[in-house]
Nanobody, 126 residues
Framework: QVQLVESGGGLVQAGGSLRLSCAAS????????MGWFRQAPGKERKFVAA????????VYTDSVKGHFTISRDNAENTVALQMNSLKPEDTAVYYC???????????????????WGQGTQVTVSS
């Protein structure tokens, strides 16, 4: 059974940093494209970043380019999201997701991911 567990969320002041981590089990981790999404209160879930199976390719939504970095460790079955220069508008529940397709394109749509974690809350105070 595939399980994704996020950690690392919390309360931080604007301009601060957080590092989210997602641990995967029940999967051959290196066979999955991994992504991060976020959902702010009262809003739809939105794409944040994705990373290819070998970690060589990444894609980000425009609003986080330059201050978020996605990375993965296939030996440890983890994917991370380093978030720097956080802003109040980054406040959301952050979810990691796994896509088992072998597409060479990195999916930026939630419907293309088959497995999801339970989410971790990130709150950025002004």
């Amino acid at each position: 059974q595939v399980q994704l567990v996020e950690s690392g969320g919390g309360l931080v002041q604007a301009g601060g940093s957080l590092r989210l981590s997602c641990a995967a089990s029940g999967v051959t981790f290196s066979s999955y494209t991994m992504g991060w999404f976020r959902q702010a209160p009262g809003k739809e879930r939105k794409f944040v970043a994705a990373i290819s199976r070998n970690g060589g390719n990444t894609v980000y939504t425009d609003s986080v380019k330059g201050h978020f970095t996605i990375s993965r460790d296939n030996a440890e079955n983890t994917v991370a999201l380093q978030m720097n220069s956080l802003k109040p508008e980054d406040t959301a529940v952050y979810y990691c997701a796994a896509d088992r397709s072998l597409s060479s394109r990195l999916p930026t749509t939630g419907a293309l991911y088959q497995y999801w974690g339970q989410g971790t809350q990130v709150t950025v105070s002004s």
